[in-house]
């Protein structure tokens, strides 16, 4: 959701209070739907009644269907049944299947038993896909025409469906037993002579979406067809709905805000959450696996304990060595991750993007391994404690460059989401055989000083 | 870019080697162009070319728009410089724009001399726009009518121009001028009687998009108003290109690809690049950065020596205490550059949203305070430790959570992108934050028992 501007709703807050509605119906028609929406969400809740029942049911539908989810729920508190299955019934059947599953169960059962038989089936019928999968993104509208028809039939059939389709852009042509053969632009309605046949034009080479591919695949189509819309198939063929790019657009931020916060260590459910509790509650088990993890660390140093004591200035680097562990650790795992999710690789490829980390990690190693040398030379004076941590820094970060980019490809191999692999996981392993490798390298380092 | 299945790579390349270029061309023709990128992907130069020059220019043109760089340069350097013409003359303008800029200067001069002067213009004119902003990714195809024509006139211009427009789904209208008044989807054309006026059916609240605007924000607005293209104009309203969703997906994917480039500590170029002097490059500045700061921790364990040395059990939570604050201060920082980036916060919300991570913070340090002071008191027998841990993490969390979200906040206010704070300076500065911190107050505390 965006935000609106303050001037905007500014204007419509003194309009709603004004006497005259005339003047607030004015305003309210020169704005989209999706702006309306971005107002309303500032509003309080009777003024945002007041805004929606100024608006035709279609109009009001399209607002609904734009609106942050908290704040629709407020506004269908204060909407008798009836209101609400008006609305529902001018959503298109993807956006009133998503609507219907944010109402509070009670409601959607009162509501359902007031729709049309139609509605309710197709919306029913909706609802029952995986909601990541492309059943559960697409919508029951699209218009079909058979393969015999001629391209006038074809003009009528889109002509009555004018009304309830948006952005209507390819017709799809079905066989006897209702399977996919073919697709024609809307264009070619008006370029070809009305007595021909839809089967001389339509394009047979169809690209079409299982009905159970999960929507980050069905992203990637999109992203590589470059198609507006693309039909849904079951598995015998047969035409089941149609998904349009603007749902593809949000399942790609859904799938990015996904990644992200998988990095946060959070869940994208936190994003735009008022909550604290709910905020601090998806972020608590990352932070107290990182913590246990880091008390590892600290039973390590105590098991170092008189190498410490000996040599305290060790000490002074561990958290270079730990920090930089991490950093390469989790350099490598975003990049596989980000890698695999866009398709640059696959999993077969595991032993080449391994080999590469490490020698990523072996070059960047050897550079900041000699400014580490250079600069512990110099102000401890002490050629041996550079060697040793010039030497240190190149294996933590080779384990480190290891670790990072196995890690993603071996759950992607084991069909886990990589995604996970770029929290804070990651990291504090290496952070903790960061540690384990400098300090047994410094007691070797010391024994043989010694 | 999709990795194409080793079977159909296998197939090509067993009919590219046989003596019949027949059977190439059917096997080829049931492929979709952005799928025969993908085989050429996989395939040695010389059978690259082999197969390009068995397509027809408009399918060969589909196909290298939708090649990577890295397999397209290869493939030109074995074409003559007319052949490389004729292929971009088949292509939309922006992508022929995009492509351009990916040749070596020499090249783009001589292909620019030999374009036809139209095209050469309209393409000139597309490359001097910023890279990211709407100019640099609409293209110059587009079909206009005047508002005085009739909808059998625009018919007529709509068939004219429908082999060169790709997805036409909405016919521009424009006045003398040539500004923008009104738009009409191409279904009207079809509902409408011929000889109405277009004026009469055009929708005059039209969405359009200023040249100047910066690509991301060209995303949010079709995330936002769910249009399959959008007009182009200047700052005088006058219609200039028109940009396409398939542009916008990405565009969205890059910048997904931007802002976890930054996280990981690096540049977005590195997705998917083959030299390991090229990655390792992007990411050493980071790693470099990291490593400086972690040098202060150096000095500043080197100036509370004489601490660790009285109290050498304090430097085993040094490792607990610093990731803590960095996991912290990175969890902030991610999820407001993100609720930023999707328009869920403005920077008006400063004090709001930074009191909320103050909030999460002091709730998530206390519990897990509570733990550590649990685990440190059985393990070590001290009470004393335990609290003076319980304090610390408590503190440090509070002010991680400060800097994780004020920054990125502030640096929006300033104009900077905000990205740029997910990366590794956020953590590094709460690293260095945190063991200030830790040590001061265990310096306070052995003052103390003392």
């Not at 500014?10 to 929406?37: M, T, W």
């Not at 100024?54 to 209101?83: F, N, Y």
């Not at 590589?224 to 709905?241: I, S, T």
């Amino acid at each position: 959701m965006d935000r609106a501007s303050q001037e905007t709703v500014d204007r419509i807050r003194a309009l709603i209070a004004s006497a005259d509605p005339s003047e607030l119906d004015v305003a309210l028609e020169a704005l989209h739907p999706a702006d309306i929406a971005d107002v309303l969400q500032e509003l309080p809740d009777e003024e945002r009644v007041a805004v929606l029942k100024r608006l035709d049911t279609e109009r009001a539908a399209e607002v609904l269907t734009e609106i942050d989810e908290h704040s629709g729920q407020a506004l269908l508190q204060l909407l008798t049944d009836h209101e609400v299955v008006s609305l529902v019934e001018e959503m298109p059947t993807d956006d009133a299947a998503d609507f219907m599953s944010t109402l509070p169960p009670d409601t959607t059962r009162r509501v359902e038993a007031l729709l049309s038989a139609e509605d309710r089936e197709q919306i029913q019928d909706l609802m029952r896909f995986h909601e990541e999968s492309a059943g559960g993104i697409m919508e029951a509208e699209f218009v079909a025409v058979r393969e015999t028809a001629t391209i006038d039939g074809a003009i009528d059939v889109v002509r009555a469906s004018a009304d309830e389709i948006e952005n209507l852009q390819k017709v799809y042509v079905v066989n006897e037993a209702g399977q996919l053969t073919g697709v024609l632009k809307v264009l070619d309605l008006i370029v070809h002579p009305r007595t021909s046949s839809v089967r001389e034009h339509m394009e047979t080479q169809v690209i079409a979406v299982p009905v159970d591919m999960d929507q980050e695949e069905v992203a990637a189509m999109f992203g590589k067809y470059d198609e507006f819309a693309l039909p849904v198939v079951d598995h015998d063929n047969r035409l089941v709905g149609r998904i349009t790019v603007d749902d593809i657009i949000d399942v790609i931020e859904e799938e990015a805000s996904e990644d992200i916060a998988h990095i946060a260590g959070t869940t994208e459910d936190e994003i735009g959450e008022p909550s604290v509790f709910k905020v601090s509650r998806s972020r608590l088990p990352w932070l107290a696996a990182g913590l246990v993890g880091e008390l590892f660390n600290a039973l390590l140093m105590d098991r170092y304990q008189i190498t410490i004591r000996t040599f305290v200035t060790l000490v002074f680097f561990v958290p270079l060595i730990v920090a930089t562990a991490g950093n390469t650790g989790m350099q490598g795992a975003i990049v596989v991750v980000r890698e695999l999710a866009l398709g640059e690789i696959d999993v077969l490829d595991t032993a080449r993007r391994v080999l590469k980390e490490l020698t990523v990690g072996l070059l960047n190693g050897l550079v900041l391994g000699a400014f580490l040398f250079a600069v512990v030379t110099l102000w401890q004076h002490d050629i041996g404690l550079g060697l040793l941590l010039w030497s240190a820094l190149m294996t933590v970060m080779l384990v480190a460059a290891l670790v990072g980019s196995s890690i993603p490809l071996i759950l992607q191999r084991w069909g886990i989401d990589p995604a996970i692999s770029m929290g804070p996981f990651i990291t504090m392993l290496n952070d903790v055989l960061g540690l384990a490798i400098y300090l047994a390298l410094a007691r070797i380092y010391l024994a043989h000083i010694a």
